[in-house]
């Protein structure tokens, strides 16, 4: 017999400010890092702002987002996750005084959401630095960024509190490992940049998380703050117990953010590494104790799986969300070579139950396709059945972890209306349930329509999960 998700589960949608907002320079907004990847991560950062990068006006999300919120409404969305664009704020992100008019943009759209009792979930810092912020102090290779962000968090805290519960600190913050730029502000190009480098950055960014927290408890002690993770399901290619290792290894990367926010301490073995890489850490004297802040819960993104070999170049490399392995021959893959892996959601969700037994959000899920707007007697729509058996199939693996004992807070789904690509700063690589009238070339209406994915996410939500289809 089928049962419902818990009758408190989350359900909603996910987005960020840079790749749906647009207005890049309206009503006081300084530039962020985005503003000069009009490639998404496939290319170095260019030097000017180009009128080619599709993120600068977005799909107008400034202008529409009570037309948007209304739709999420319309589905059921119990919670929406945004992110809050730091230079909206702080145009320079080092400024004292804050921009009135971007704190007054996400008090309405906060107040919009509520005005449906749609939760809101606030993202501090989503592949968004301050430009001026990456161009003067190297982005978080300074811990000069630590004062600054924790300026940034404090005045938003103050500023929504009571309107706002849930909070992320950053956005798949193992990212940096890949993506020093995107993920952490870091202009200098990432083959000028040791380990030393890479690990310095990180443990300012886990300084300012842990700070966050504090400081969100302080301000209003209702408040929960998760960390939020890119999800990564690391599968050995072969039984051979050298892939088995390597996978130890590769785990270990990601587990180094997760370990320091949910435990509140450098695991075990950073000690080893750090002396066999010749990696110090400069600390202050209260670092430690400040690192014991923990999260309130964990969240992540999850897309793909992928295997690992110790010799990898025997296999077909994978393609992958900003990370790739090698493939894995039993499973299938997206137009854009993304293998899908509903299990893999379940096993990460166990895996990081029994590693913290810390609440879970899954806050990043879905399928990126070139949708076809057609004509059909409800009017224009896409049929995008294949959206839908993705997500059937990821959510009933949710639902088994969660038959499993693993506490999930909810899910979002990324990219709940068309935005423009993180990875590849494409509008034709779409995730939504609301289809945007806007192509790669910049043009189109920018008007909404609502996907088939739309309906049959508004039923899932309503029948609490009872709809999907077991296989």
């Known amino acids: ?17 840079n790749q749906c907002e647009g207005a890049y320079n309206v009503d006081g907004k300084g530039l962020s890092i985005q503003d000069f990847m009009p490639d998404g991560v496939m290319k170095p950062p260019g030097k000017t702002i180009e009128e080619r990068n599709l993120k600068l006006e977005g799909i107008d999300y400034y202008h529409h987002y009570k037309e948007d919120i209304a739709l999420f409404a319309e589905m059921g969305f119990k919670v929406y996750r945004f992110s809050i664009a730091w230079s909206r704020i702080f145009p320079n992100g080092d400024e004292e005084k804050p921009n009135e008019a971007g704190l007054k943009f996400y008090e ?22 301050p430009y001026h912020l990456a161009k003067t102090y190297d982005g978080w290779r300074s811990r000069k960024m630590i004062e600054f962000y924790t300026h940034y968090a404090k005045t938003v805290f103050t500023r929504y509190k009571g309107k706002v519960k849930y909070w992320l600190t950053f956005n798949e913050i193992n990212s940096l490992w890949h993506f020093p730029y995107m993920g952490a502000g870091i202009l200098t190009p990432k083959e000028k940049l040791s380990k030393q480098d890479l690990y310095q950055a990180a443990h300012h960014e886990l300084v300012a998380s842990a700070m966050t927290v504090k400081l969100a408890h302080e301000i209003d002690p209702e408040n929960m703050v998760g960390c939020m993770v890119l999800g990564l399901v690391n599968y050995p290619r072969t039984c051979h117990p050298d892939d088995i290792i390597a996978v130890m290894k590769e785990n270990r990367k990601g587990f ?34 400040i690192l014991k802040n923990t999260c309130d819960f964990l969240s992540f993104s999850y897309y793909m799986s992928k295997c690992i070999a110790k010799d990898d170049s025997q296999y077909e490399k994978g393609k992958g969300n900003l990370t790739t ?12 070579g993304w293998q899908i892996d509903p299990q893999g959601l379940r096993y990460i969700l166990n895996m990081y139950y029994e590693r913290y037994e810390k609440p879970l959000f899954i806050v990043e899920n879905g399928l990126g396709a070139m949708d076809e707007l057609v004509q059909t007697d409800q009017g224009m729509c896409v049929e995008d ?20 004992g693993v506490d999930v807070m909810g899910y979002t789904a990324w990219g709940c209306i068309d935005l423009i690509s993180a990875s590849t700063a494409e509008m034709k690589k779409r995730y939504g349930f609301i289809y945007v009238d806007r192509n790669n070339d910049g043009s189109g209406t920018l008007k909404r329509y609502r996907k088939k994915s739309f309906y049959w996410y508004k039923e899932v939500i309503a029948s609490q999960g009872l709809n999907l289809i077991e296989k």
Not at 111 to 127: A, F, N, V
Not at 385 to 404: C, F, G, P, Q, S
């Open 1 to 17: 017999m089928k049962t419902a998700f818990p009758k408190n589960f989350l359900w909603g949608g996910a987005t960020a400010a």
């Open 108 to 129: 309405d759209v906060i107040d919009e959401c509520r005005k449906y009792r749609i939760e809101p979930l606030i993202t501090l810092s989503h592949y968004e630095t």
């Open 325 to 336: 392995g090698v493939k894995n021959p039993y499973l299938k893959e997206s137009e854009w």
């Open 385 to 404: 059945d294949y959206r839908i058996a993705y997500m059937n199939d990821h959510l009933l693996e949710v639902k088994k972890a969660i038959d499993d």
């Open 256 to 289: 180094f953010f997760t370990d320091i926010h949910m435990r509140g301490y450098y695991p075990f073995y950073t000690k080893q590494m750090f002396e066999k890489e010749n990696i110090h850490i400069q600390m202050e004297d209260e670092d430690m104790e």
